[in-house]
C-alpha cells in the first residue's frame, strides 16, 4: 500500500533550469494538494485540486504551476528555479472534495521532496 | 487571513510525563487535523477531529470549535514521540489548508 508517492525525493538546480515535481496516490482520493515547508515553518499550501479536472492557487502560487494529469497525479511546475523556493516539497491527497465537516477526510502525505536551487 | 497559532513552541519532557499541546484559530475552521512530523521529515496523521474528543492509544484530541482551539494529550511520553507536530485546517467553506508553526517536542530518556 504505497499511499502518496512523491519523485524526486532529492534535486539540485541552478537559478534559471525548470522542473517538474511528480505526485501520484493510490489510494482514490479525488483532492490533492501541494506545501512547501521551509526550515523551522510549518507547511504552506501552494496550489490544491478540489477534485479532477480543477486546480486553485493557495496560499503562495507565485512562480509555480500545476497540472492534475487524472485522478492520481497531480505535478509541479518550477518554470526558472530562484534560491527562495529552495524548500522542501510536500504532495497530499484526501478522499473527498466536501467543504463541510460531513465525512472523514483527513490529509494523507507524501514523504517531501528535498529541492535545492544554487 | 486567518491565523493558526500553537503553544508552547518548544517542549522538553522526560520520558513518561504527560504533556499538552494546544492549537488556537483566529476563525473558524473546518476538518481540523494534527499531524506529527517525525525526525526523518515525514507527517504523520495522528487525529481529525472538527469537534468532540478522540482517543488513539497514548494520544487523545479535543476540538472546542465554538472557541476556536483543539488540545492534543500525550500521556506516557516516548522518545518516539519527539519531532513537531502540527495542527492545520481550512478555514470554513474553503480548501486551504492553513497550518500552525508547530511544537518541538524533545523527549528525554
Known amino acids: 500500500n504505497a499511499g502518496v508517492t512523491q519523485t524526486p525525493k532529492f534535486q539540485v538546480l541552478k537559478t534559471g533550469q525548470s522542473m517538474t515535481l511528480q505526485c501520484a496516490q493510490d489510494m482514490n482520493h479525488n483532492s490533492m494538494y501541494w506545501y512547501r515547508q521551509d526550515p523551522g515553518m510549518g507547511l504552506r499550501l501552494i496550489y490544491y485540486?478540489?477534485?479532477?479536472?480543477?486546480?486553485d492557487k493557495g496560499e503562495v502560487p507565485n512562480g509555480y504551476n500545476v497540472s492534475r494529469l487524472n485522478k492520481r497525479e497531480f505535478s509541479l511546475r518550477l518554470e526558472s528555479a530562484a534560491p527562495s523556493q529552495t524548500s522542501v516539497y510536500f504532495c497530499?491527497?484526501?478522499?473527498?472534495?466536501?467543504?463541510?465537516?460531513?465525512?472523514?477526510?483527513?490529509?494523507?502525505f507524501g514523504d517531501g521532496t528535498r529541492l535545492s536551487i544554487l | 487571513g486567518i491565523q493558526v497559532e500553537q503553544s508552547p513552541p518548544d517542549l522538553i519532557l522526560q520520558e513518561g510525563a504527560n504533556s499538552t499541546l494546544r492549537c488556537n484559530f483566529s476563525d473558524s475552521v473546518n476538518n481540523l487535523q494534527w499531524f506529527h512530523q517525525n525526525p526523518w521529515g515525514q507527517l504523520i496523521n495522528l487525529f481529525y477531529?472538527?469537534?468532540g474528543t478522540k482517543q488513539n492509544g497514548r494520544l487523545s484530541a479535543t476540538t472546542v470549535a465554538t472557541e476556536r482551539y483543539s488540545l492534543l494529550y500525550i500521556s506516557s511520553s516516548q522518545t518516539t514521540d519527539s519531532g513537531v507536530y502540527f495542527c492545520a485546517g481550512p478555514p470554513s467553506g474553503t480548501y486551504k489548508y492553513i497550518f500552525g508553526t508547530g511544537t518541538r517536542l524533545k523527549v528525554l530518556a
Open positions: 497530499a491527497s484526501s478522499p473527498s472534495p466536501g467543504l463541510g465537516n460531513s465525512g472523514n477526510q483527513p490529509q494523507h
Open positions: 485540486s478540489a477534485s479532477e479536472g480543477t486546480t
Open positions: 477531529i472538527p469537534s
